[in-house]
């Protein structure tokens, strides 16, 4: 092999991510420029201007997302997320409004790109305001009723509540935590879980945003396992962190609780990405995190992806719950969501034992929107069969 061959696999590999991250960037910022710009035929100045911000918003972004994630500016991070949430909006809703101004034109409509394009910015405008308030308020509480065959009478009303992606980050949601945690003690809850991406950023960084969770009551567990973006940062100190709150992590571990002399086991595992971390030990591993367990008992597993329903699946897990899809978080997200994962939200059967609860998580991640998928505090009560 010459030394041609054996360098040729790492100039080939910063160059594929630079020329994905071009395309991506002229096709994510093009559309909408090409709809609401140049397709539309304003007036030279206007035109002009348009162009001039859309050109500062493509090269400002990569900057801002290197300066911000890469480099840890929380300024930075928040004013490239929002970008971020904006420029995906305008894309998506500049395609629907292509397809609007081919309706209007076939119907004889004066100037069918500038009303398109007008359409797009007023319906972008107010998803987008929209959007806002939705993502930083108090979650609503969702309840779902769950029958478990093997759950015992001495169980029946046990109330689960799940609390998933509060990604902690750049903008500081402190007082928001807060409210969150008054919201779920309002719950009265057996027991509470967590399922993952706490924070963005160190426990350092992100102390005073998760103090409040130390205040959490659960009459007889509070539970915690990490997800991926754990593992971008400081899952050990995560891990520690929560322990140091009074939750019990459940890192491939169980726990087992009791009432009315009937038992339901509680298992977590590591988030899917965790074996990549090079964290010693770290990976999802419901083997481990069951040993021990009696068989005959139900489980209610923590695994932060929908996708980890496969161990729970051959495990005759009774109910896994999960979060990590966010809802999609801005429409039509959602649909790119679903490749990746066996659910996007909500309840789903996956054999005669197992089931899945899939949250659209607590808060948010990056752009500061929440567009057709709402935040939750998922309330679970669980049943024993008639």
């Known amino acids: 092999m010459t030394v041609n061959e054996a360098a040729r696999p790492n100039f080939l590999r910063p160059t594929l991510v630079i020329t994905t991250l071009v395309a991506v960037l002229g096709l994510l910022f093009g559309v909408p420029w090409w709809t609401l710009v140049a397709a539309a035929d304003w007036p030279a100045p206007a035109s002009g201007i348009g162009s001039v911000v859309f050109g500062a918003a493509v090269v400002g972004l990569p900057v801002l997302m290197f300066l911000g994630h890469g480099r840890g500016n929380d300024r930075a991070a928040r004013t490239g997320d929002t970008l971020l949430g904006v420029v995906w909006v305008l894309f998506a809703w500049s395609l629907i409004g292509n397809a609007l101004r081919l309706v209007l034109s076939a119907s004889g409509v004066d100037q069918p790109a500038r009303v398109s394009a007008c359409a797009v910015i007023a319906t972008s405008g107010v998803l987008l305001v929209w959007g806002y308030f939705e993502a930083m308020r108090v979650p609503r509480v969702k309840e779902v009723r769950i029958t478990l065959p093997r759950l015992g009478r001495g169980l029946d009303g046990t109330r689960v509540v799940l609390l998933t992606d509060t990604h902690y980050g750049p903008i500081d949601r402190a007082g928001w935590s807060a409210k969150v945690t008054a919201a779920v003690n309002e719950l009265d809850a057996d027991i509470v879980c967590h399922t993952g991406d706490i924070a963005d950023g160190t426990v350092e960084r992100r102390r005073e945003q998760a103090a409040p969770l130390e205040a959490i009551k659960a009459r007889l567990a509070r539970v915690y396992v990490t997800g991926n973006h754990e593992y971008f940062g400081d899952a050990i100190g995560w891990l520690d962190h929560m322990r140091h709150l009074g939750w019990e992590p459940l890192h491939n571990h169980h726990v087992v609780v009791e009432r009315?002399?009937?038992?339901?086991?509680?298992?977590?595992?590591?988030?899917?990405?965790?074996?990549?971390?090079?964290?010693?030990?770290?990976?999802?591993?419901?083997?481990?995190?069951?040993?021990?367990?009696?068989?005959?008992?139900?489980?209610?597993?923590?695994?932060?992806?929908?996708?980890?329903?496969?161990?729970?699946?051959?495990?005759?897990?009774d109910l896994q719950i999960s979060g990590h899809t966010h809802g999609g978080q801005i429409w039509p997200f959602n649909y790119l969501v679903r490749l990746d994962q066996p659910a996007v939200a909500g309840l789903s059967r996956r054999t005669d034992r197992t089931q899945l609860y899939t949250s659209r998580g607590t808060g948010f991640w990056g752009p500061p929107f929440r567009i057709f998928a709402p935040s939750e505090i998922t309330l679970i009560t669980l049943h024993a069969p008639a």
């Open 260 to 317: 009315g002399g009937d038992r339901l086991v509680i298992a977590g595992i590591d988030d899917a990405t965790a074996h990549h971390s090079g964290h010693p030990g770290h990976r999802a591993d419901l083997a481990t995190a069951l040993t021990g367990a009696d068989p005959s008992l139900p489980v209610l597993l923590l695994a932060h992806q929908p996708k980890q329903i496969g161990q729970a699946e051959a495990a005759d897990v």
